[in-house]
C-alpha cells in the first residue's frame, strides 16, 4: 500500500497547496469590498414594479425583500419591471424601454450612472406576437454579465408554461443568476472540486509510471536456457524492406475574434 502512496502524495499536496492560496486570496479580496452604497439618487428600496399584474402582492414583495438582499451581495442596484403594452411589442423597443430607466432614473450602487440591472418583460403580444424581455446593464457591471449570459439566463422564461402562468418562481431564478454572474468577486472552486481534481491528476500520475514499467524487461535471454547458458549461432539482422508514410497536418486558416460592449441581452417567446 505504501508504495501507491507516493504517486497520489504529489499530486494531493500540489492540489491542497493550490486550494489554501485560492481561498486566501478570496478571503482578502472580499474583505477590501466596500459594500456601503454611495447612491442617493435612487430608491434600492423599491425593485419590483409588477405593472403587467403577473404576480399576487405577497409574491411581489417577497421578490422584492430578496431583490434588496441580493443587491448588496453583488453590488449592484437591481430592478425588475413587467408590463403588458403593445407599444413595446418589439425587442428592440423593450430594449430602449430599460436602458432608459437606468439612465433616467439614475441607477447605481456606487454612484448614479453606476453599476445597475434593469429587467424588463413585456407580456403583450400586440407588436409582432411574441413576448419579449431585456436585461440592460451599466456601469462595471457591463463588462462581468455578458450579453450570452443574459440570454441564456433569460431562456428561464421558457419554463413559463402560459400567458396566464405566475412567473415567480422563474422571476426569482432570473435576478438569482444575474447578481451571481454580477459579483466583482466570485469564490474559488470548492473542496469537493479540489478533492476531484487531486484524484484527476494522481491517476493521471499512476497512468504514466505504470505504463512505462510494461516495456521492462524481467527476464534475461538466458534465463529458460538449462545451465543459465544461450548459445546463438547467427546474431544479424536483415533489413527486409521501408515503407515511410507522410500525412500533412491541416492548418486552420480562419482565425476566431471579436466582441463588444456588454450592455445586456434580451430574449423572446
Same mark, same amino acid.
Given at each position: 500500500m505504501?508504495?501507491?502512496?507516493?504517486?497520489?502524495?504529489?499530486?494531493?499536496?500540489?492540489?491542497? +497547496?493550490?486550494?489554501?492560496? /485560492? =481561498?486566501?486570496?478570496?478571503?482578502?479580496?472580499? $474583505? !477590501? &469590498?466596500?459594500?456601503?452604497?454611495?447612491?442617493?439618487?435612487w430608491d434600492y428600496t423599491e425593485c419590483v414594479y409588477d405593472?403587467?399584474?403577473?404576480?399576487?402582492?405577497?409574491?411581489?414583495r417577497l421578490l422584492n425583500d430578496y431583490m434588496i438582499e441580493l443587491q448588496e451581495a453583488c453590488r449592484t442596484d437591481m430592478v425588475l419591471i413587467t408590463l403588458d403594452e403593445?407599444?413595446?411589442?418589439?425587442?428592440?423597443?423593450?430594449?430602449?424601454?430599460?436602458?432608459? +430607466?437606468?439612465?433616467?432614473? /439614475? =441607477?447605481?450602487?456606487?454612484?448614479?450612472?453606476? $453599476? !445597475? &440591472?434593469?429587467?424588463?418583460?413585456?407580456?403583450?403580444?400586440?407588436?409582432?406576437?411574441?413576448?419579449?424581455?431585456?436585461?440592460?446593464?451599466?456601469?462595471?457591471?457591463?463588462?462581468?454579465?455578458?450579453?450570452?449570459?443574459?440570454?441564456?439566463?433569460?431562456?428561464?422564461?421558457?419554463?413559463?408554461?402560459?400567458?396566464?402562468?405566475?412567473?415567480?418562481?422563474?422571476?426569482?431564478?432570473?435576478?438569482h443568476d444575474l447578481a451571481?454572474?454580477?459579483?466583482? +468577486?466570485?469564490?474559488?472552486? /470548492?473542496?469537493g472540486v479540489a478533492f476531484i481534481i487531486s484524484l484527476v491528476i494522481a491517476g493521471i500520475y499512476i497512468l504514466i509510471h505504470l505504463k512505462s514499467k510494461v516495456g521492462d524487461v524481467t527476464v534475461k535471454n538466458s534465463t529458460y536456457v538449462a545451465g543459465g547458458k544461450g548459445s546463438f549461432k547467427i546474431n544479424t539482422d536483415t533489413f527486409r524492406n521501408k515503407v515511410v508514410t507522410k500525412r500533412k497536418i491541416e492548418r486552420s486558416s480562419s482565425s476566431g475574434g471579436g466582441g463588444g460592449s456588454h450592455g445586456g441581452g434580451g430574449h423572446s417567446r
Open positions: 505504501n508504495r501507491y502512496f507516493k504517486y497520489f502524495a504529489i499530486p494531493f499536496i500540489i492540489t491542497a +497547496v493550490i486550494t489554501v492560496i /485560492s =481561498l486566501i486570496s478570496y478571503s482578502s479580496a472580499v $474583505s !477590501s &469590498i466596500d459594500y456601503e452604497r454611495h447612491n442617493d439618487s405593472y403587467a399584474g403577473k404576480m399576487t402582492d405577497e409574491e411581489v403593445p407599444e413595446y411589442g418589439y425587442l428592440d423597443k423593450v430594449r430602449a424601454y430599460a436602458e432608459e +430607466v437606468a439612465e433616467e432614473c /439614475s =441607477l447605481g450602487y456606487d454612484y448614479p450612472g453606476g $453599476s !445597475s &440591472i434593469v429587467f424588463v418583460d413585456n407580456w403583450s403580444r400586440g407588436g409582432d406576437g411574441g413576448i419579449h424581455s431585456w436585461v440592460a446593464t451599466t456601469g462595471e457591471v457591463r463588462g462581468r454579465l455578458s450579453d450570452s449570459d443574459t440570454e441564456s439566463i433569460l431562456n428561464t422564461l421558457d419554463d413559463i408554461p402560459s400567458d396566464d402562468a405566475d412567473p415567480y418562481d422563474q422571476y426569482c431564478e432570473i435576478v451571481k454572474e454580477a459579483q466583482s +468577486v466570485r469564490p474559488p472552486y /470548492s473542496v
